[in-house]
């Protein structure tokens, strides 16, 4: 068994096949001309050793390539990349296929955010009739914790639509540094969710503790590339058409490994790529064929996701403007790009511009989070619980998210419309016209328990009241108070035996936990 | 023999199954006997009508009203299980009249002159007859004439008026101002409902009570019932 997803009958495209094979002439021009600058040695030296064009740029302050990639190499690198990459899970249930050529969307968290925002309800007393009280959600921002994405992994867990879980937050604590983060956000994470696991790395020398800690829990090295239980995001493009020299490090690392992991680039339109859709859209797409080349280059067959997290800048402050509507076109555009090569699409959707929850958040997401699954991309990282662009995360938010999902879900269902269908409706209107009520109502139920009703918002107050940060605050709640599937006793054993740097505090068979 | 027919008559009446061809709600019963059935079967074995009424029927409903207040059940959980007992009800009427055993009472119910929105009248008329009330129903778009001889010939204890409209819900008014002029306003106690109206119109108006919905119509018919108990 695997997730099944949400498969998108006729995905909604914005380009025309004519403008799709446009942008990739352009971004094939880009390539060659004028090509990337490479901070990375080893990057630049295996462009050299396929054929590329590289130059050393002096005078500069780091060592600096200059790229230029033939279409040919491009091309190659797209015919090798896998067309179809499957992402594991501890539980083999939550096991994701994606296939390049096929709009079947997953739902997934993400991504890290360095604040958590605590929710509380203080009663408020109105001044002109003190007997009148009321309740307001409060939000309060604190520094993330390593009990918080154990909390959030745990409740993404449980979460029916979100299929799988990239870390939401940056683990702070003050006996967290830069040696031990890697390991205790990958064991906070895997040991509080059994879905698939994707995150960022923070320092490339914890890659081999993090690898053997996957390796222990699904039983070896064969046994995770059979079952990746884990797989990686990297931003080794900065835009403008930059290879950067820590993530690339990174990257080739990775698929040295042949784990599954995402080519992301995030453009900023107006200040890193240009304000108008076929700029942003020309450069994004070069600057992912660039690094899908490279990790061809590294390791033919690697599986490589097509990662786009396109954003449009705001006017005001020219920072990132997630909530704008151009982002969304931006991000459908990626996606048909990517099926355009057949290689599976990360993409983005359901990240607002504002702080807190309400009625703003609720907008900017729905309408990203609709339009972009409409257009099909496979592992669409939508932004469970995220506000303030990748800034804060909020649980309540993520709780609320799902019940949008669920409600996008039950939209994408295909309609039921067929010949057991038609005869069974007619027998029902030739029955009802006959009846002194003329009323359906008793044709309701069984189609009511088969679950063909879309459920009521399950956050909808008595009468007039809204209560929907409460209600879904009591929903956060009980999905906290559900146990979770942890990693067994024996294995945690192991993994707290051969991996340094783990918090005991984790360790939740440690005596009094 | 007879405690398991009225149990079973419970349970369908709690499954919403008016006959055999009904499916219920936990699992598949298509081809068992429903309500209508059972208390088919009841009355073949003797058993007492208000043994049938009190412990198969209205014990059922009350158990489908918990389950709706505990939002367990739905609207149309309610209006099954309230069709069936009212086929039920159907079977009985002939006895019961022949009988001692009384209905909680006679209710007529119309849609006022000018207006032909029935679906609330037609809820509430079910509701109340699962309920355990005689229900009449004059139908839509009736002249007030017709409602008052009703209630001189008939002798309903209660009228509901229905009126979706702004334009129509004054008819209602007109109604009550008949009946009072006929001298049958203190013989009935006059209910009304509709998207259109309020509880203020009531008062306005002089009517007994307004019923938001069909739920609230059988929890004021009842207060009535027993207050005249």
């Given at each position: 068994m695997v997730r099944e997803g949400i498969l998108i009958d006729t995905p909604y495209e914005r380009m025309t096949k004519e403008q799709v094979t446009r942008i990739h002439q352009a971004s094939m021009e880009i390539l060659s001309d004028p090509g990337l600058m490479c901070f990375n040695k080893e990057a630049a030296e295996t462009f050299n050793s396929n054929g590329a064009e590289v130059a050393t740029v002096s005078p500069s302050d780091l060592p600096c390539w200059h790229i230029k990639i033939p279409e040919k190499l491009v091309t190659d690198a797209i015919d090798s990349a896998p067309k179809t990459i499957k992402l594991g899970a501890r539980n083999p249930d939550n096991t994701l296929i994606m296939k390049g050529d096929e709009p079947r969307v997953y739902f997934v968290s993400g991504s890290e955010t360095n604040i958590w925002l605590d929710v509380d309800f203080p009663t408020y007393v109105k001044k002109?009739?003190?007997?009148i009280e009321t309740r307001v959600p409060e939000f309060r921002p604190r520094r993330g914790t390593v009990a918080d994405l154990c909390q959030s992994a745990h409740v993404c867990e449980h979460l029916?639509?979100?299929?799988a879980y990239i870390r939401t937050v940056n683990i702070q604590d003050k006996d967290i540094t830069e040696d031990n983060k890697d390991v205790n956000k990958f064991f906070a994470s895997l040991n509080n969710t059994t879905k698939h696991f994707m995150t960022g790395l923070t320092n490339l020398k914890q890659m081999d503790n993090v690898v053997n800690m996957a390796k222990l829990i699904v039983g070896g090295e064969e046994e995770l590339h059979e079952n990746p239980i884990i797989s990686f995001i990297t931003c080794l493009v900065k835009s403008p058409l930059q290879f950067v020299e820590d993530t690339t490090d990174t990257f080739i690392d990775v698929c040295r490994r042949g784990l599954p992991i995402v080519v992301s680039s995030s453009p900023q339109a107006g200040t890193t790529a240009p304000i108008k859709e076929v700029g942003i859209m020309a450069q994004i797409n070069a600057e992912v064929l660039a690094g899908i080349t490279l990790g061809q280059l590294v390791t033919k067959g690697t599986p490589v996701i097509y990662g786009s997290v396109p954003v449009r800048a705001r006017m005001d402050t020219l920072g990132d403007s997630y909530g704008s509507i151009e982002t969304s076109q931006y991000n459908i555009d990626c996606v048909q790009m990517a099926r355009f090569y057949n290689i599976p699409n990360y993409s983005t959707s359901g990240v607002c511009d504002t702080k807190t929850p309400g009625q703003q958040a609720s907008i900017e997401r729905l309408l990203s989070d609709i339009v972009v699954t409409l257009s099909g991309p496979q592992y669409l990282h939508c932004a469970y619980g995220l506000l303030d662009c990748n800034s804060v995360f909020c649980l309540l938010q993520a709780v609320l998210d799902d019940a949008h999902f669920q409600m996008i879900k039950f939209f994408l269902r295909p309609p039921r419309i067929d010949e057991t269908q038609i005869a069974e409706i007619l027998k029902q209107i030739r029955e009802v016209v006959t009846t002194?009520?003329?009323?359906?109502?008793?044709?309701i139920r069984p189609v009511m328990r088969s679950g063909e009703i879309s459920a009521p918002y399950p956050f909808e107050g008595d009468g007039e009241s809204d209560n929907v940060f409460a209600l879904a605050y009591e929903r956060m709640n009980e999905l906290l108070a559900k146990p979770v599937e942890h990693i067994d006793p024996a294995t945690t054993s192991k993994i707290f035996q051969e991996i340094p740097g783990l918090l005991p505090r984790l360790n939740v068979y440690e005596e009094g936990r | 023999m007879s405690e398991d027919i009225i149990a079973t008559l419970k349970e369908n009446v709690i499954q919403g199954r008016k006959s055999l061809e009904d499916e219920g709600i936990d699992e598949d019963l298509t081809g068992t006997p429903g309500v209508v059935e059972l208390t088919q079967s009841a009355l073949d074995n003797n058993i007492p009508l208000d043994v049938i009424v009190t412990q198969g029927l209205t014990a059922g409903m009350e158990v489908v009203g918990e389950k709706f207040a505990t939002k367990e059940y739905f609207i149309p959980d309610m209006l099954a299980s309230a069709e069936a007992v009212g086929a039920a009800m159907d079977i009985l009427k002939p006895l019961l009249d022949a009988s001692n055993v009384e209905t909680k009472g006679k209710f007529a119910i119309a849609t006022v002159k000018g207006d032909i929105h029935d679906i609330g009248k037609n809820i509430v008329a079910i509701l109340l007859r699962g309920a355990g009330y005689e229900v009449q129903d004059l139908g839509i778009d009736v002249p007030t004439e017709k409602i008052v001889e009703m209630v001189r010939e008939e002798k309903p204890d209660y009228i509901g008026l229905s009126a979706l409209l702004t334009t129509t819900m004054v008819n209602m008014g007109e109604v009550i101002e008949a009946l009072k002029e006929n001298g049958l306003r203190d013989k009935v106690k006059v209910l009304i409902g509709g998207a259109a109206v309020s509880d203020e119109y009531a008062c306005e108006i002089g009517a007994d009570a307004y019923c938001v919905d069909g739920f609230h119509a059988v929890k004021v018919l009842d207060a009535f019932h027993q207050a005249k108990a």
């Open positions: 002109s009739d003190p007997s029916d639509t979100l299929d002194p009520q003329k009323l359906y109502i008793r044709y | -």
